[in-house]
């Protein structure tokens, strides 16, 4: 296998550090979280909905947030991001209430949802033309070695020093990655816009509202479901995320190169009906092994996020490219914001399989939709119009 670090440029480098730390902050947030808040807090559902719903209202508010940034050059955003991030994963250590978990959880959910068009943004201008999607694939699999890491000492140093100890380790490595990005190259494009709100980017809005929708109610319910409803112990979560990262890390170079290869569109509706048979298994399956199954083929299906962020690269001149990343964050945190309140109440009243029916709906919905995905017959429609005197409108 070739070595792909001897490929990348310095700037390249230096964001895989920062996606790195960025992994070993999720690899123990997401592998501790849903046993940390039923053994501490013995949290339900409807109060776990509180808790991530306060936590996305913060990526609702991303276009804003870059809008007012638009003068500071990318890898210092960034580097700010990754610190407020580390900050409130080791305020975790002080949690003793269902309120303080809500507090720092949007905390570190600021610096998370500024980090997400930085990071995009970033890895698009630091990739060639033509490898990007392969890039981006790569930068996902450092952040899933980066993960495994640090679930491997989740399961060597938990006996230890337990969750407190775990994330003031991840804080602190998350406030190292964005020390790193500090060093990255500051250039931006020339006449960069502060806000983006265009037709012809409807369609990258559309998918990214229903993608927030469906993954938010993935990853609010579906190990919380394991571990409240099947009875999953911390050690055996553990073990299940180290085996899905490991997964992803072993398939997210082909899945990228996929993407250049295939196209947009096809790889959307591939990720769309794989996605429709998970939301269904987690609905009616009670096999504990079987849904361990599940939870890794969704996330091995991740190739559709970066089908979305190579088919706005295709459409968008590089004056847009950010703000228009951000809004897209925004329009996915809107349906985000919604999910795990609505997720949570329809759990209590109506029992939990009706979160993960409503999931496989709205996979379906995304894979209608997907349909539309064309960039190069869009771009020469355009061409079109404009050759035949037919000025586009746009609104921003």
């Known amino acids: 296998m070739n070595n792909p670090i001897s490929e990348w440029n310095r700037d390249f480098r230096l964001l895989a550090l920062a996606v790195a ?8 947030q997401l592998t501790l979280y849903n046993n940390f808040v039923v053994d501490r807090l013995n949290i339900d559902a409807h109060e776990l909905g509180y808790v991530e719903a306060l936590r996305e209202v913060s990526g609702f508010m991303n276009a804003f947030f870059v809008a007012l940034m638009v003068r500071f050059a990318p890898p210092v955003v960034a580097a700010i991001s990754l610190m407020v991030m580390g900050a409130g994963i080791m305020a975790y250590a002080q949690v003793d209430s269902v309120f303080l978990l809500a507090v720092y959880s949007f905390v570190w959910g600021v610096g998370f949802h500024c980090w997400i068009p930085m990071e995009q943004s970033m890895a698009l201008l630091f ?13 996902r699999s450092v952040n899933s070695v980066a993960w495994l890491l640090s679930i491997l000492i989740c399961k060597l140093a938990y006996d230890f020093v337990g969750y407190n100890g775990l994330f003031v380790m ?9 020390f790193a990005i500090l060093f990255a190259s500051r250039k931006r494009p020339a006449h960069e816009r502060s806000f983006v709100f265009k037709r012809r980017y409807g369609l990258y809005y559309a998918l990214n509202f229903l993608q927030g929708m469906r993954k938010q109610m993935f990853i609010t319910f579906a190990i919380f479901a394991l571990v409240k409803i099947h009875g999953m112990p911390v050690h055996t979560t553990m073990i299940l995320v180290l085996m899905n990262q490991t997964l992803i890390t072993l398939t997210a170079p082909t899945m990228g190169k996929l993407v250049d290869q295939y196209g947009e569109r096809k790889m959307l509706s591939l990720s769309y009906i794989g996605l429709t048979f998970v939301f269904l298994g987690y609905a009616v399956v009670t096999h504990r092994p079987t849904l361990y199954v599940l939870y890794c083929v969704d996330n091995i299906i991740f190739f559709g996020g970066i089908a979305l962020t190579t088919y ?3 459409i968008a001149p590089e004056s847009d490219l950010k703000p228009s990343l951000a809004m897209g964050v925004t329009m996915n945190h809107v349906a985000s914001v919604a999910a795990p309140l609505l997720g949570g109440f329809a759990w209590h009243y109506f029992g939990y399989q009706v979160i993960f029916f409503s999931g496989a709906v709205l996979a379906l919905i995304s894979l209608i939709v997907s349909q539309w995905v064309d960039p190069e017959g869009q771009l020469e429609r355009e061409r079109k119009e404009m050759s035949g005197g037919v000025a586009a409108q746009p609104v921003s």
């Not at 730390?21 to 123990?28: C, D, K, L, N």
């Not at 490898?131 to 981006?136: E, M, T």
């Not at 991840?170 to 964005?178: L, R, S």
């Open 21 to 28: 730390s960025q992994g070993i902050f999720f690899g123990v």
């Open 127 to 139: 990739s060639p033309e033509g490898k990007k999607g392969k890039w981006l694939g790569q930068l």
């Open 170 to 178: 991840a804080g602190a490595a998350t406030v190292g990655g964005g």
């Open 312 to 314: 706005l690269h295709k």
